[in-house]
């Protein structure tokens, strides 16, 4: 079974338990590299002299301007409000987690370690820290005896450019890295198997393991199943596959995107997310006891959840009651809601749904008779492959957990038993169709997300913050759509 680090995470092969071995498996290294994670998902990081990282390993750790949590993505920086880091953008403390020791085989096999933020006055985790806050969930699962599982699964486009060409072309006219619809093809991969294959090979040396790794349909669009594991430990691959297959790409003259919905004609990145919960023993507690596994459990809500525990209806049901709430966690940007508007045709859900192993729902449930009963699961299948995993997966346990504290039922029947006109007639309820929308309804008074149980005011606050900033700085742009249907004949 892998080691399990005192901060809860399971920790990489050969990780260190003390300075003493840190600095016996830095004997040979001159620097180390380290990164945190802001709130869009992105890496924020630096290179460290060797003795400034040990003294920091061997301490609270080293300052890191507050701007990390308060930049969305490129020059653009939110001031929040319930932060006290917001006086100046003042140093906050990046803490060390040896458990996520690695190497980076693309550079040199520099040591690598990620970092989680902490207020430089209490020294408890900042709220708006993604690691901190899946950290959190992932505790109250444990003070139950329970343990957070989860796999993430990406699709993202591949084309033939570099940063700079992207820049020169103004991100049009780009070139795929194969052409047509070539969903899980042998041929279309020889085309560039020095890639695909470095993403899989490398992605072992990095420890980030895969499951799984094929062509899907669209041009130049690739699907990576990373292997389930705990879920800051998989929030940790997750992030770390988007960087590993960024710099794999640049080396091959490859820019793979993990952009929600690149084109309007063809099929979004989807970013779906396998979960559940395991008890003391390592045994599903969605599982249900074999001598159930006949005629499923007689108190079952609905005929979908026949084959599943108890605990897992009641999970899944706080997953579908809090989710409207939650949804800029899940779809964070923009473009991603051009992915769910209208999805039906391509299997993205824009509903509050469930069903038995149905692709057309929000919530797939993967339960016997098509799965043993250990594997027994929930797909949450609204996110986007621009999700920020962290807060994508805290919101789903943080919901998950509260079914299960509040034994909540299902909302209705399965989506196999609805029709369009439900969805019409409000029988259904809707998932928010903007990120202006998913915001407001976050940031409500009564929003489920508020609940202390769940994610609290502070984040809330703080993130629901950076959401209406990205609204606004969308609002104040001008799209090529707009210049070409008015310029003229307006």
Known sequence: MPRESQSG????????????????????????????????????????????????????????????????????????????????YRDLIASIDLATYRRIPWENNVPFFLVSFLDPDTKEPICADPRGVLRKVAQRAQANGWRCIAGCEYE?????????????????????????MHGYSLLRTQLNS????????????????????????????????????????????????????????????????????????????????????????????????????????????????????????????????????????????????KRLVGGEAFWAPNAVTYGYDSRAASVRIISPPSVPPSATRLEVRVPGADMNPYFALSAIFALGLRGIEKKLSLPGPPVSKLTPEDKKSGKVQMLPQSLEAATERMMRPDSIAREDSVFGDDFVDHFGGTRQHEVRLWNEAVTNWEVERYLELA
């Not at 570099?162 to 072309?169: E, G, Q, Y």
């Not at 960024?246 to 003259?253: I, L, P, T």
């Open 9 to 88: 995470l399971v920790a990489t092969e050969g990780a260190p338990n003390s300075i003493s071995e840190l600095e016996a498996l830095l004997k040979d290294d001159i620097k180390v590299k380290v990164a945190g994670i802001d709130v869009d998902g992105v890496l924020r990081g630096k290179y460290m002299s060797k003795e400034k990282f040990l003294s920091a390993a061997s301490s609270d750790g080293f300052n890191f301007c507050s701007v990390i949590l308060q930049v969305l993505r490129f020059i653009y920086t939110y001031m929040p409000h319930r932060l006290p880091l917001a006086n100046g």
């Open 194 to 337: 020095e890639y695909f294959n470095d993403l899989f090979d490398e992605s072992l040396k990095f420890q980030v393991p895969l499951e799984g790794h094929h062509t899907e349909t669209g041009p130049g669009v690739y699907e990576t199943a990373l292997a389930y594991t705990d879920a800051l430990r998989m929030a940790d691959n997750a992030i770390l596959f988007k960087f590993l297959a960024k710099s794999v790409g640049m080396k091959r003259g490859v820019v793979p995107s993990f952009m929600a919905k690149p084109w309007g004609n063809l099929p979004g990145c989807s970013g779906h997310i396998h979960v559940s919960l395991r008890d003391a023993t390592g045994k599903s507690l969605f599982a249900l006891p074999e001598e159930q596994l006949k005629t499923g459990r007689p108190d079952a809500q609905s005929e979908d959840t026949r084959f599943m525990s108890q605990e897992g209806e009641w999970f899944l049901a706080g997953v579908l009651d809090g989710l409207p709430d939650v949804m800029p966690m899940l779809v964070p940007t923009i473009n991603g809601y």
């Open 156 to 180: 993202y486009f591949q084309f033939k450019e570099t940063p700079d060409s992207l820049a020169k072309k103004g991100f049009r006219d780009l070139q795929p890295l194969t052409s047509g």
